[in-house]
């Protein structure tokens, strides 16, 4: 039976690579060059196959190095994940789990659903941040982050994505606007008006100008901002219009300054999934958030 691979080997691999040099990654190692050499020398023998190109100006990695550089990433990443884990439990925490969550479902349910969890299990730690959709898969993939949230339009292959929650997609305009008293507005009804565009190149942002494209079109955008709050603040202002999530708390609308109407169109409900690891890879306190993420969204 062949040996698993050294952690150590692996780490002083990924710094040669990411260095590009054999000095530069020892002095990153606090080694002499010939130590760290004889290191990737040792691994590239335990594997059977050359992982470096050297060359006088420094070192890459060969495909089969490529392939190992990802892998092994992913290794140390979840190792530092258990370290980290074990940590807690000695500071007497038990366990803790970082997600990573696309902007929609951050500005919606998302942080009461934790505070839910958190007061179940008082134990475990949470850490929340906001991600692109694409980010938040990528995160996974790599080991970053062990629990995703994000509309379910993205490329989840080789993960587990259990279904959450969904939104509603409304036009919000400014009280006085022509449109405002509308009961319920189609797509195509607002494609000549001046909007907002709210995060350039989300999944949001890339479903519109989708289904404008279906139809020969192209949002009529006249300001691009990263926010719903900035852009509701324009909106209320008389700047345009903007498509949002029924379910975002927009205070200007509870002001009365802001008119939320229907999306009358059969893509404007959104389905949200939470992603994680494998079970192999994912840890025991992604799972149990993730399956009360599950219930809080049935």
Not at 7 to 30: D, K
Not at 57 to 74: D, F, I, K, Q
Not at 151 to 166: M, V
Request: charged letters at 20%.
């Amino acid at each position: 039976m062949s040996r698993p691979l050294d952690p150590l080997l692996l780490q002083s691999f990924v710094a040669v690579c990411e260095e590009g040099s054999m000095a530069r990654a020892a002095a990153r190692a606090s080694l002499v060059a010939s130590a760290l050499s004889k290191r990737v020398l040792a691994l590239e023998q335990e594997v059977g196959v050359p992982l470096l190109e050297r060359r006088s100006n420094g070192v890459t990695p060969t495909p089969a190095g490529e392939a190992l550089l990802a892998r092994a990433r992913e290794v140390l990443a979840q190792l530092e994940r258990v370290r980290a884990e074990l940590g807690e439990f000695g500071a007497g925490a038990q366990g803790s789990v970082r997600v990573l969550a696309s902007p929609s479902v951050l500005a919606e349910n998302l942080p009461d659903d934790i505070a839910a969890f958190l007061r179940r299990h008082p134990a475990l730690r949470v850490s929340l941040d906001e991600r692109q959709s694409a980010e938040v898969l990528r995160g996974l993939r790599e080991g970053a982050a062990d629990l995703g949230v994000l509309w379910d339009q993205g490329d989840t292959a080789g993960l587990d994505a259990t279904p959450y929650r969904s939104d509603h997609l409304c036009v919000v305009m400014a009280a006085g606007h022509p449109l405002a008293r509308r009961a319920a507005l189609g797509f195509t009804d607002i494609l000549d008006q001046p909007a907002i565009c709210i995060s350039p190149g989300g999944l949001l942002d890339r479903l519109l100008r989708r289904q404008a494209a279906l139809l020969g079109r192209t949002p009529s955008y006249r300001m691009q901002v990263s926010s719903m709050d900035a852009a509701c603040r324009l909106i209320a202002a008389g700047l345009g219009l903007a498509i949002v999530p029924r379910e975002v708390p927009v205070a200007l609308a509870g002001a009365g300054r802001l008119v939320l109407v229907p999306l009358a169109e059969p893509w404007a409900e959104r389905r949200f999934v939470v992603v994680t690891r494998p079970a192999p890879l994912g840890s025991a306190s992604a799972r149990l958030l993730a399956g009360f993420l599950g219930q809080a969204g049935a």
